[in-house]
């Protein structure tokens, strides 16, 4: 009985084994195939079932390239504001249609930034249409704010980051 007992656990050890060893070769293959990237993901629309297929799509890419070998920026503006717009902030700014910045929301950009991604916000949007950074705006610090958007995603792209738009 003991044997059999043995037996089994000696299999299920190298089960485990098998597997853990797949799973690393699986992770270095995609090392292998996408390398280290630059990327910036740019987002100037309001619609919140876009904004969070956006953010699906970062995180599904996180996890195809791994972490440790992303340097990902989400640049916003213009409407893209609204991702981390405050709804309560919504009635008293009347040039945002949408705050989308909701619990499920947040916790997605809590999610993404824990793993190393920055949101940057256009200062031109913030001033020209009135935003209370400290207020209006989920989790921004004043050094997220860029000074204009597209030139932030014009000078990320000279430096070799990816542009994408979903």
Not at 143 to 166: F, H
Request: with cysteine.
């Amino acid at each position: 009985m003991n044997i059999l007992i043995t037996q089994i656990h000696t299999k299920l050890f190298l089960a485990f084994l098998l597997s853990v060893t797949m799973l690393m070769m699986t992770a270095a293959h995609a090392n292998e195939r996408y390398g280290k990237q630059k990327v910036v993901y740019h987002i100037n629309y309001d619609n919140q079932k876009k904004q969070a297929g956006t953010l699906r799509n970062i995180q599904n890419h996180i996890n195809a390239v791994g972490a440790e070998n992303l340097d990902l920026k989400v640049v916003l503006n213009g409407n893209g504001l609204a991702l981390l717009l405050d709804p309560e902030s919504l009635e008293k700014l009347k040039n945002f249609k949408h705050a989308n910045a909701d619990e499920i929301m947040t916790a997605k950009i809590d999610n993404l930034k824990s793993q190393g991604i920055k949101f940057n916000v256009c200062a031109n949007t913030v001033h020209g249409r009135k935003v209370d950074v400290d207020i209006d705006l989920y989790n921004v610090d004043k050094g997220d704010i860029v000074p204009s958007g597209v030139a932030e995603l014009a000078r990320l792209q000279t430096m070799g980051y990816a542009y994408i738009k979903p």
